[in-house]
């Protein structure tokens, strides 16, 4: 570990194995919630804004532009469950069924068995209200993504105010 990873607050945690960023390139752990932004299979243009809640499992799915999905129709869309399996391979099985408090039966948790359990309940469909600041945050991090790299501090980064003032 590098020394500003050991003098960091907050550490970093390296994802459970490597994933590909092409079909689900945002999922978090947030807000009570798995979400995040899943690319359309038909529309190159076209994201999904989809998440899961955790423990009622009320689930939600509609494009950028708050369209509803149409595979979300009284179960988990494709969407759902391809945002299921990368969280999976970033946070790691048994940290995604405890942050969505799904008891799996029968041994170590999978992505398959994560789904499965959770639309075995036959959840609700939650509403969309989610999307918009999920997708902000998402623009927000591709924005970092064309920063060139470098050392000093990015001012957005800077949240908290200096302890001592200039003279």
Known sequence: ??????????RVIPPARPRKLAKVPFVELADGRLQGVVSSGSDIERVYVSSVA???????CSTNNNRPCGGA????????RAL?????????????????RVDTVGGEPSAQSIAADMSSTRPSQGDTTAAAPVFSRFLRH????????????LPEMQWFPPTRAAA
Do not use: K
């Open 73 to 80: 129709r009284g179960s988990f869309c494709n969407h759902i």
């Open 54 to 60: 955790a423990g009622a499992y009320a689930f939600a």
């Open 142 to 153: 591709l924005a970092y993504l064309e920063l060139a790299p470098t050392t000093a501090p």
């Open 84 to 100: 299921i399996n990368e969280a999976v391979l970033q946070y790691g099985a048994e940290r995604v069924a405890r942050y969505l």
């Open 1 to 10: 570990m590098s020394d500003w990873e050991r003098s960091s607050t907050a």
